[in-house]
């Protein structure tokens, strides 16, 4: 359950976040924005959309493209399945719980965001940078994530069943209770990285050797 309530006494309205049932809050002052405003600017050729508050409702970004967009900061709740996020700055971007299936983040900026329980199923992240993002219980089946840089990253009890992680950075990594069941690990970077109750079967290691069981 998630609870808003807006300041109004602010040039710009502060907007707190309540989840009751995460336990969460967030303080901030930021301002709000609606999606046919960001629209109708980024069609303009604006791209800066940093440090906003963005609720979607019923009209939601499924599809859209909104390549190299800046969403630095920001406050997102929006439904963005199969849009086109390339080169997007979402750096400290808080994003919990949100279907992102199939959307391309080739390229993209996501250092220090928050995504957990996020659905980025067949999702493209090519040479994403995902460092010190919060990416715990989300799952990321199927999704291509080839020279991504997931350094530091929270990524315990993720799914990344069937996913392609060929060359990422994943060192320093908090990996614990997650699946990598026929996972692509081949080159990845695993320095640092602890491996705590995590499901492997016909994963692909980064020297090459497959690997199952729990380790």
């Known amino acids: 359950v998630l609870i808003i309530a807006f300041n109004l006494n602010l040039s710009y309205p502060s907007i707190v976040m309540f989840d009751i049932e995460?336990?969460?809050?967030?303080?901030?002052?930021?301002?709000?924005?609606?999606?046919?405003?960001?629209?109708?600017?980024?069609?303009?050729?604006?791209?800066?959309?940093?440090?906003?508050?963005?609720?979607?409702?019923?009209?939601?970004?499924?599809?859209?493209?909104?390549?190299g967009i800046n969403l630095s900061g920001s406050k997102l709740c929006a439904y963005l399945a199969d849009a086109n996020l390339s080169g997007a700055d979402l750096s400290n971007v808080y994003m919990p719980k949100t279907n992102l299936d199939r959307v391309i983040l080739v390229g993209a900026n996501l250092s220090g965001a928050t995504f957990w329980q996020c659905g980025f199923k067949n999702a493209n992240f090519g040479g994403a940078n995902l460092s010190?993002?919060?990416?715990?219980?989300?799952?990321?089946?199927?999704?291509?994530?080839?020279?991504?840089?997931?350094?530091?990253?929270?990524?315990?009890?993720?799914?990344?069943?069937?996913?392609?992680?060929?060359?990422?950075?994943?060192?320093?990594?908090?990996?614990?209770?997650?699946?990598?069941?026929?996972?692509?690990?081949?080159?990845?970077?695993?320095?640092?990285?602890?491996?705590?109750?995590?499901?492997?079967?016909?994963?692909?290691m980064p020297d090459g050797n497959i690997r199952s069981g729990t380790g």
């Open 22 to 67: 995460d336990k969460f809050q967030i303080s901030m002052t930021i301002k709000g924005i609606d999606v046919e405003e960001m629209l109708e600017g980024y069609e303009k050729g604006e791209r800066n959309f940093a440090n906003v508050y963005l609720y979607a409702g019923n009209n939601n970004l499924r599809g859209c493209d909104l390549s």
């Open 132 to 204: 010190g993002a919060d990416l715990g219980m989300t799952n990321f089946y199927g999704a291509n994530l080839c020279r991504a840089n997931l350094r530091g990253a929270r990524l315990d009890d993720v799914l990344f069943d069937d996913a392609d992680l060929t060359e990422a950075d994943l060192s320093n990594a908090i990996l614990k209770g997650s699946s990598l069941r026929r996972t692509n690990l081949m080159g990845a970077n695993l320095e640092g990285v602890e491996f705590l109750r995590v499901c492997f079967q016909d994963t692909i």
